[in-house]
């Protein structure tokens, strides 16, 4: 912004100011030559411009260097203006980005409608998503586990690993709270066997990557939900096959290698190259935040869409059963993984972490 300097006697623009020292004089911000100051007796700090109130500032006279011919004062003047377009440039900048965070947290606080319209897509134009598999989907969930591990620090994941209570509760409330309300649905709304046995195995999977994306969104532990995923998924590999066999009659073999592999790969290797990230390259991280949101909403509900759609054929032959089904199952692990962490004496984000691990189970 520009300043001018009152250094001369017959100028209008001079305050009468008699006890001040003549190498002190008043720099206001951005008047024109029209503007006419007239101070009274008490120094005034600011004067109204256009209804505005500018400040005034006090500065050494010897430091305001007049501009001496043509040259100079257009050298000035392209400052001035160079400046005034630099501040626009980065007003434009920073209101670009805000409204790009408004659009991702609207985005975000819809989550569940985006991912219910992507089933309903899914299911009425299966052929639409079908080409999301494979090398896709395992690129979709690595990104946007990056974009999970970007908004953490690896204090959070130092934090969440000096938390073995939590973890310990959390995943033992998954492999006891899930399993059993499996059971139970399918026994009280009468599943054929094929169906219970399908809903027992639902309730006997570790969690996913979208219940870190939701537990992002409900502001709770993300850090903890990541080392919960984790946790589950590794123990999948004795957990399953044993409550599979005992709460359905059915031994499910689990690939060991290849889930520890998928884990790797998807969750924490992610999770901690965003960490890193965000801790020694904060800049470059702040410039991608703002698209962290959108690309976490958009992945998980096109992978919705396509496990819905390779599935559409079986879902529309069941009926409405099996969908009352599976939402009875994931309530239920809503509900009792929340009250339950509570009893536990966990706090509140930590007892919302735990239940959005609980009952979003073997999602994604």
């Known amino acids: ?29 951005s008047i024109s030559r029209s503007q006419h100051l007239s101070t009274p007796r008490n120094l005034r700090t600011s004067f109204s411009l256009n209804n505005a109130e500018v400040p005034l500032k006090l500065v050494n006279a010897n430091s305001c260097k007049k501009p001496r011919g043509l040259l100079e004062f257009r050298s000035a003047k392209v400052t001035q203006l160079e400046c005034t377009r630099r501040q626009g440039e980065a007003l434009n900048e920073e209101g670009w980005s805000n409204g790009l965070l408004q659009r991702g947290d609207l985005l975000s606080s819809g989550f569940p409608l985006c991912v219910a319209l992507a089933c309903f897509a899914g299911l009425a134009r299966p052929q639409a998503f079908l080409w999301i598999r494979g090398k896709w989907q395992i690129a979709g969930l690595t990104l946007t586990m990056l974009g999970m591990g970007m908004t953490l ?45 399908g809903l027992v195995l639902v309730a006997c999977c570790p969690g996913g990557t979208a219940s870190n994306v939701v537990t992002y969104i409900a502001r709770g532990n993300v850090a903890l939900s990541v ?44 999770v901690l190259t965003g960490a890193i990230m965000n801790q020694y390259i904060p ?82």
Do not use: W
Not at 244 to 249: D, N, Q
Not at 253 to 268: E, K, P
Not at 296 to 308: P, R
């Open 153 to 197: 620090s690896l204090k959070d994941l130092q934090g969440a690993l000096a938390m073995p209570r939590e973890i310990l509760g959390g995943v033992l409330l998954q492999y006891t709270v899930m399993p059993i309300s499996g059971a139970l649905v399918s026994k009280l709304l009468g599943l054929p066997s094929h169906y219970a046995a």
């Open 1 to 29: 912004m520009a300043g001018i300097c009152f250094s001369s006697s017959s100028s209008p623009f001079k305050p009468q100011i008699s006890h001040f020292p003549r190498s002190l004089i008043i720099y206001p911000v």
């Open 283 to 364: 800049t470059v991280v702040s410039k991608l935040s703002p698209f962290t949101p959108l690309v976490a909403v958009i992945t998980v509900s096109a992978l919705c869409a396509s496990a819905i759609a390779q599935n559409a054929s079986a879902i529309l032959s069941s009926g409405g059963q099996v969908i009352v089904a599976v939402g009875a199952l994931h309530s239920a692990g809503y509900v009792f993984g929340y009250l339950l962490s509570k009893l536990l004496g966990f706090d509140g984000p930590t007892s919302r972490t735990i239940s959005i691990e609980v009952g979003m189970q073997a999602c994604l």
């Open 227 to 270: 080392l919960m995923t984790a946790a589950s998924t590794f123990l999948a590999v004795v957990m399953t096959p044993f409550l599979t066999a005992k709460l359905a009659g059915q031994y499910v073999a689990v690939d060991a290698g290849g889930l520890f592999v998928s884990t790797l790969q998807v969750i924490l290797i992610p």
